[in-house]
């Protein structure tokens, strides 16, 4: 069964970082686009990164580009979501989704078909 597994959240102060990662034990990792998704209290669950095969087609979404970079390591099965300069905005439980394959469109929850329980991330001002 295809299952991502997050871990890295935590609570920081405004202007800290946290690298959040994601695994899953599927022989092709590499070619599963994966993606990190965050839903805030009372919100609707919103784009945060995407990242398709081999690395060079990285999204990161409008209200954290600057502050946040996705990447993989396709040999350790891993992603990771480098979170800089954090703002109390965004606190939220952070999701690690994915796909086999790859689309340039897929930044929407509804594109991916695997989800992971999710990790909670706090940031105080």
């Known amino acids: 069964q295809v299952q991502p597994v997050e871990s890295g959240g935590g609570s920081v102060p405004a202007g800290g970082s946290l690298r959040l990662s994601c695994t899953m034990s599927?022989?092709?990792?590499?070619?599963?686009?994966m993606g990190w998704f965050r839903q805030a209290p009372g919100k609707e669950r919103e784009f945060a990164a995407r990242i398709g095969w081999s690395g060079d087609s990285a999204v990161i979404a409008d209200s954290v580009k600057g502050r946040f970079t996705i990447s993989r390591d396709d040999a350790n099965h891993m992603v990771y979501l480098q979170m800089n300069n954090l703002k109390p905005e965004d606190t939220a439980v952070y999701y690690c989704?994915?796909?086999?394959?790859?689309?340039?469109?897929?930044?929407?929850?509804?594109?991916?078909?695997?989800w992971g329980r999710g990790t909670q991330v706090t940031v105080s001002s």
């Open positions: 989704a994915a796909r086999f394959g790859y689309q340039s469109t897929w930044s929407n929850q509804d594109d991916y078909l695997y």
């Open positions: 599927v022989r092709t990792f590499s070619g599963y686009t």
